[in-house]
């Protein structure tokens, strides 16, 4: 009876020793779970508050990027400003005129050339086709209607051996040789003064160094001193003359080079074709030979 009893006892103590255990592990099991799902709702709001600052940085990048690069390219144009006015009025303004007017020659140079080009192995084929049916006046009148140094050659050509009195292969062969020359110096119309702006425009500068540096020499001698802040102004208006005549230069001299390209181009064109044109001619039966 007192094993029974002892045994109750035992149980119980056990009982009631490992209930409050239990209680505190429970206990113990929500506080974790509460702070777990505290510390993911505080991740998942720093989460939520990074993504917004991320969204607000993108944001204001892709604002300030068009401001920085309006705010870089205002910055050149006021450099440039800042560097024309620095360089004196006098010699920057000729050197801008130089450059205005050598690419206005050289605009009106492109455009004259680009409007001078045809297909000219179509052309002569469509004449030589006209020719050889008999159709001179209808040649003649293609070459009128096109344009170009090889249509005014070809139409030239034409009008003697259409003609009763110059239709001999040497009066043909020496009228397309005068047209060509008259042709050819059309084409290098302007040159010679795009040439004179290109020279002109270092030699501008040059003067300006020249000047720049009598200017320091002149500040030098008022200072009685030879002290970096009173030879900078001289020596900054020479250095920006030279660089702004270099650099015109340079740019005419782009263009110069691409128009002497074009003009070979045509005058290649003008000899084929007047070799086509001879060749034309000869066998025309209304070629005196």
Same mark, same amino acid.
Request: contains cysteine; hydrophobic residues 50%.
């Given at each position: 009876m007192k094993k029974f009893f002892a045994i109750v006892a035992m149980v119980a103590v056990s009982v009631l020793g490992t209930t409050p255990v239990l209680a505190q592990e429970a206990t113990d099991s929500a506080a974790t779970e509460q702070v777990a799902e505290n510390d993911s709702a505080a991740v998942d709001s720093a989460a939520v508050d990074t993504a917004a600052v991320d969204?607000?940085?993108?944001?204001?990048? $892709?604002?300030?990027?068009?401001? &920085? +690069? /309006?705010?870089?390219?205002?910055?050149?144009?006021?450099? %440039?400003?800042?560097?024309?006015?620095?360089?004196?009025?006098?010699?920057?303004?000729?050197?801008?005129?130089?450059?205005?007017?050598?690419?206005?020659?050289?605009?009106?140079?492109?455009?004259?050339?680009?409007l001078a080009q045809i297909n000219t192995r179509k052309f002569v084929g469509d004449l030589k086709a006209l020719v050889a049916a008999g159709k001179v006046e209808a040649a003649i009148q293609k070459c009128e209607a096109s344009r170009g140094p090889v249509a005014q050659v070809s139409k030239k050509a034409l009008a003697c051996l259409?003609?009763?009195?110059?239709?001999?292969?040497?009066?043909? $062969?020496?009228?397309?040789?005068? &047209? +060509? /020359?008259?042709?050819?110096?059309y084409l290098e119309?302007? %040159?010679?003064?795009?040439?004179?702006?290109?020279?002109?425009?270092?030699?501008?500068?040059?003067?300006?160094?020249?000047?720049?540096?009598?200017?320091?020499?002149?500040?030098?001698?008022?200072a009685?001193?030879?002290?970096?802040?009173?030879?900078?102004?001289?020596?900054?208006?020479?250095?920006?003359?030279?660089?702004?005549?270099?650099?015109?230069?340079?740019?005419?001299q782009l263009f110069y080079n691409y128009i002497?390209?074009?003009v070979e181009n045509l005058t290649a064109n003008m000899e084929e074709a007047a070799q086509e044109l001879l060749v034309m001619c000869v066998q025309s039966p209304k070629c005196k030979k």
């Open positions: 969204t607000a940085a993108v944001a204001a990048a $892709e604002t300030e990027a068009p401001a &920085e +690069a /309006e705010e870089v390219s205002e910055s050149f144009h006021k450099q %440039l400003k800042t560097k024309y006015i620095e360089g004196g009025a006098d010699f920057m303004s000729l050197v801008a005129i130089a450059l205005v007017l050598g690419l206005a020659l050289c605009i009106e140079r492109v455009v004259y050339l680009a259409n003609s009763d009195d110059q239709n001999d292969i040497q009066t043909i $062969e020496r009228t397309i040789n005068m &047209e +060509a /020359e008259v042709q050819g110096s119309e302007n %040159l010679s003064w795009i040439t004179l702006f290109i020279a002109m425009a270092p030699s501008l500068g040059f003067l300006g160094t020249v000047i720049g540096m009598v200017q320091a020499f002149d500040d030098i001698q008022k009685g001193d030879i002290s970096p802040t009173v030879v900078a102004g001289g020596m900054k208006v020479a250095l920006i003359t030279t660089i702004f005549g270099i650099v015109v230069a340079l740019i005419l002497l390209s074009r």
